[in-house]
């Protein structure tokens, strides 16, 4: 028992640290606040049973890992796309324009393929290099390399597109 | 397109986000999962402790896979949703694309077959199988252990390399999917390990291997070829069909038809004996490789082995 408080200690702390930057990453992918919350609540409960081993320099990359599975399994469940539903709010009332700009990026992202999704999230908000994203998708690198030209392309044409209708 | 790269990573990294968590029930569901595993681990550990090393010739076994026990359920999202199905993979075999994300080396062969309860394949210098329950699926997870290996030097260091990255991918292997034909291996945490492209019995013509069996050292132009529940081929005395049914890797054959012709009396008498056992099969697996194998067996134990033209 004294060892399982322990574990809930030290994953407990793990949580607060990492868990903003988790919750942003299950939000890009997921492009739903319901969704987003579940994915990350699915991932921290693995990672929590793999926490003797993770634990605590691998945890954040191992919670990562999981969290794109669970979004590759969950893909494949629904055999299409995400619609993008209300981002999460703020905890403040006030919004930015760069608040404004995330959640443009944000609906713009969910209407990737979630492959391409993937890579851009990865490369771009964990700033992963090709490599590594390559490694942990289990995809060649030209796939990799083609998924983010491809995204940011998709990205770039309608950010742009938004912009020009806002005008 | 950098400066557009550097305003998407601004953006993402930028603003936080903010997606509740509820600690408390990921704490609850995380003790309840670390329960569960202890149970899976202390059962599948009786396996582990069966599994002898065993080491006799160079070319004979040389290294034992301990069996992994699989990972116990955890909620998931892809739980909540309408999954689909989980194909099953005995009776399947698969050629390696890539492993732990690099690319297999041109020239060079990595594979796996599922049998109902066994596995076996090649890592491009030794090949490998198991006795019976070396293989179990539940779901899409998987189990693979009590396995032996051939211990043989390979020249090559690339395939060394290949070969040592496939032997860690089968020990950490706990689950799998498949993904547009494509099997991935995966590990506990999901990660994928290695990817394969099915390898098709179908769609190929098979020539009974003349270096082996019965007719070791002739070639007497017995073929065989199979699509979907058709299988027909060159009896050495006439062309022949069948109706096939495949159940994992449970063949059996029905319905064998031979269009005789006129043919010398050796001929006619082979033909017959490999009619007579084609009938009597119970079993077939594919080895794919450089030299694709196809393995039929009947009840008796008696072996048809065909080659790949």
Not at chain 2, 74 to 90: E, Q, S, Y
Not at chain 2, 98 to 111: D, H, Y
Not at chain 2, 211 to 234: F, M
Request: glycine fraction near 10%; charge should be negative; proline fraction near 5%.
């Amino acid at each position: 028992m004294a060892q399982d408080s322990g574990r809930d200690a030290e994953f407990t702390a793990f949580v607060a640290g990492a868990s903003a930057t988790l919750g942003r990453t299950a939000w890009l992918l997921t492009g739903d606040r319901d969704a987003a919350a579940e994915l990350l609540q699915a991932t921290l409960v693995k990672t929590y049973v793999a926490w003797p081993r993770v634990r605590p320099d691998g945890a954040a990359a191992y919670a990562r890992r999981v969290m794109v599975n669970l979004d590759i399994d969950a893909h494949r469940a629904r055999h299409g796309t995400v619609a993008m539903a209300e981002p999460p709010e703020r905890a403040t009332a006030d919004r930015s324009a760069a608040v404004d700009e995330r959640e443009r990026l944000g609906r713009v992202l969910a209407t990737l393929p979630g492959r391409q999704r993937r890579v851009v999230v990865l490369r771009y908000l964990h700033d992963l290099s090709e490599h590594d994203v390559a490694v942990e998708l289990g995809l060649p690198l030209g796939t990799v390399k083609s998924s983010a030209a491809r995204g940011l392309a998709a990205l770039r044409a309608a950010l742009g597109q938004e912009e020009e209708s806002h005008r | 397109m950098n400066g557009f790269e550097d305003e998407v990573r601004t953006l993402m990294q930028a603003d936080p986000v903010e997606v509740p968590v509820d600690l408390d029930a990921v704490l609850d569901g995380g003790r309840e999962a670390v329960r569960g595993r202890r149970l899976g681990w202390t059962v599948a550990g009786l396996t582990v402790g069966a599994v002898v090393a065993s080491i006799v010739t160079p070319i004979l076994i040389a290294q034992t896979i301990p069996a992994v026990p699989a990972p116990v359920d955890t909620p998931t999202v892809a739980a909540t949703a309408t999954a689909a199905p989980v194909p099953r993979l005995a009776g399947t075999a698969w050629t390696a694309e890539e492993v732990r994300g690099v690319p297999v080396a041109t020239g060079t062969s990595i594979s796996i077959t599922f049998e109902d309860g066994r596995v076996a394949g090649g890592d491009g210098c030794n090949s490998f199988g198991g006795s019976t329950n070396s293989f179990t699926q539940d779901g899409d997870r998987i189990s693979l252990g009590n396995m032996t290996m051939t211990l043989k030097l390979c020249d090559d260091a690339v395939v060394m390399t290949q070969a040592k990255a496939f032997g860690e991918v089968l020990k950490a292997t706990t689950n799998f999917r498949v993904d547009d034909g494509r099997l991935v291996l995966l590990d506990t945490a999901g990660t994928p390990l290695a990817t394969f492209a099915e390898f098709r019995v179908d769609g190929r013509t098979w020539s009974l291997d003349p270096a082996t069996g019965k007719w070791a050292g002739q070639d007497p132009g017995l073929t065989l070829a199979v699509e979907g529940t058709t299988v027909s081929g060159n009896s050495g005395c006439g062309s022949y069909t069948a109706t096939l049914t495949r159940e994992g890797s449970r063949w059996s054959i029905s319905n064998l038809t031979n269009e005789p012709i006129s043919c010398p009396y050796e001929a006619g008498r082979r033909s017959g004996v490999f009619l007579a056992r084609l009938a009597k099969i119970s079993f077939g697996t594919a080895l794919p490789g450089p030299n694709p194998v196809l393995l039929l067996r009947t009840a008796a134990g008696s072996e048809l082995r065909f080659l790949s033209r």
